[in-house]
Each structure stands twice: as C-alpha cells, then as structure tokens.
C-alpha cells in the first residue's frame, strides 16, 4: 500500500468509527483495526487522535464551502440572487452532515480543540467568500456595501443563528422558511422607501 492509500484507509477509517461511535468513544486502536493496519502506522501518518480528527473537520467543512462556492458561482445571475443561494446551499450543506450519522455532526460542531481549530479557518474562508460576493456586487452596481468585509461579517453573524447544532433539533421546513424570511430582510430591510417620483407629462 502507498503512502497516500494509506493515509487516505486511514482516513476512511476513522471517518466511518467517528460518524457512528464519536470522537470521545473512539481510540487510534480502534482506528487501526478498522483500517486493517497496525496502530504504529496509524501514528507514522498521524501524531493523534487529535490530528485525525482535525483533519476530517477540514474536510467537512471544505463541503461545506464548496457547496457554497458553487452556488455563489453561478454565471449570469444577480448578485442578491447568488448571495442568498450561497447561503441556501450552507443550509443544506449543514444538513447532509446530519443525515450522515449519529456522531457525523461532531466533526463541525463540538467542544474538540481539533474542531475547533478547523471551525476558524472554515470562518475565514467563509467570510473571504461572502466578502467577495459584495464587493463584486457593489462594483456591478448592484449591492452597496462601502466595507465588504464589514459588512460580511454583520451578515454572517446574523445567520449564524443557521447552523449546527441549532438547526438539527428544529423543523426543517420551519427552519427553510425562516432562512427565507432573513433574506427578505438582509435584502430589503425593514425600512419603508418612499415611491419614485412620477415623471411629468411631457
């Protein structure tokens, strides 16, 4: 087995034993057994426990934000649009890791420093993301955002009501629908604008 094959077993190893058992129930000796090799090659990949989970975290969380690049991506649509898909797609990105197994959402949510520690860089990228989304929106002509990454940042607070472990113990359709409702406010505010002048006959 190359060296790659072999970190990648090990991988899927601990990814099926972590879905099911947690990170706290399972053991590098577990690890190894389930990988088929030995717990010294276990460590000869990966200094800890602690290591193998952090770098499934990243990986979750890289679904995550890929499924929000994705959407963010999509050509030819307006900004608002792809803003709000991006952030639909998080939704839904957060929810395929809660069908996935018991323990399956620990790896994006828990009190693990590993988690943790991959849970900030996924902030970072996510903010880059939606900042980006702004500021190419503001070029256009088609948002207003003076500050993207202020303003990003203001955003993400304010949907990070929209997250784990919140949205797995909450009706999802109750949920989709006040996602919806929080675009209509990101996008239109609670201000009332006044009408357009009418333009005088000529």
């Not at 990243?58 to 679904?63: G, K």
Request: hydrophobic share 45%; proline share 5%; with cysteine.
């Amino acid at each position: 087995m190359t060296e790659p094959d072999r970190r990648a077993t090990i991988l899927e190893a601990a990814d099926r034993l972590l879905r099911h058992y947690g990170a706290q129930k399972t053991t590098v000796s577990d690890v190894a057994r389930e990988a088929g090799v030995g717990v010294g090659t276990v460590y000869l990949e990966f200094p800890s426990k602690e290591a193998i989970v952090e770098e499934l975290s990243r990986s979750r969380h890289r679904e995550v934000l890929d499924a929000m690049r994705s959407a963010a991506g999509a050509a030819r649509r307006p900004f608002r649009e792809r803003l709000t898909r991006c952030l639909d797609a998080r939704l839904e990105a957060l929810y395929a890791l809660v069908d996935a197994g018991t323990h399956a959402c620990d790896l994006v949510h828990c009190v693990s420093a590993a988690v943790k520690t991959a849970q900030v860089s996924f902030h970072h990228a996510e903010l880059a993301l939606v900042a980006d989304l702004l500021r190419r929106g503001t070029e256009a002509g088609e948002l207003e955002a003076a500050d993207p990454e202020a303003v990003a940042s203001t955003i993400l607070r304010a949907y990070a009501t929209f997250s784990l472990p919140w949205i797995a113990t909450r009706d999802r359709g109750e949920t989709r629908a006040a996602l919806a409702a929080m675009h209509h406010l990101l996008l239109h505010g609670v201000l009332v604008r006044p009408p357009p002048p009418r333009r005088r006959p000529a």
